[in-house]
């Protein structure tokens, strides 16, 4: 089986591609979308379903797991991360990839033990299961826990 992991932003979009058998997860691929802030937003927002459409395309997942919104102090940042992962939830669904969401402390107990772990913490755990040596970004990273995280939640691997 074939995971996606989406790790939505506005400016930096991380994806993880990971192929489950039995128990084991092997990495597959993983890379950011990114966007200018000086581009309008509907271009921002239709460049981040193009390019998501493209790594369905290639990768054809069947599940695709995404984290839930955080909700600062800003609106206008939650309101543009709430945009992008609009374009996150959507794409997958029309191309019916099945869409688990999970929120950050989920992932963390997932990939770490703890809900309260450490970017550096999950970005190490995520290279030590999938044995690599580094991701695209620390957006990829996070859309590779998220995949693992997918993983984890649907049974098909044991922790």
């Not at 200018?36 to 239709?46: G, N, Q």
């Amino acid at each position: 089986m074939i995971i996606l992991g989406i790790d939505p932003g506005l400016v930096n979009t991380g994806w993880g591609i990971i192929k489950v058998e039995g128990n084991k997860n092997t990495y597959i691929a993983d890379g950011t979308i990114k966007t200018k802030s000086t581009t309008e937003m509907s271009i921002r927002l239709m460049h981040l379903y193009t390019e998501l459409k493209k790594v369905i395309d290639e990768y054809k997942p069947s599940i695709c797991g995404i984290e839930t919104a955080f909700v600062g102090k800003f609106a206008k940042s939650a309101l543009a991360l709430g945009q992008a992962r609009g374009i996150a939830l959507l794409t997958p669904a029309i191309f019916n990839v099945s869409v688990m969401e999970f929120t950050p402390n989920q992932i963390k107990k997932s990939i770490v033990g703890g809900g309260h772990a450490q970017k550096g913490q999950i970005d190490m755990m995520v290279k030590t299961l999938l044995r690599i040596q580094k991701c695209d970004s620390e957006h990829s990273a996070d859309a590779l826990a998220i995949a693992l995280t997918s993983a984890f939640n649907n049974h098909l691997t044991n922790i």
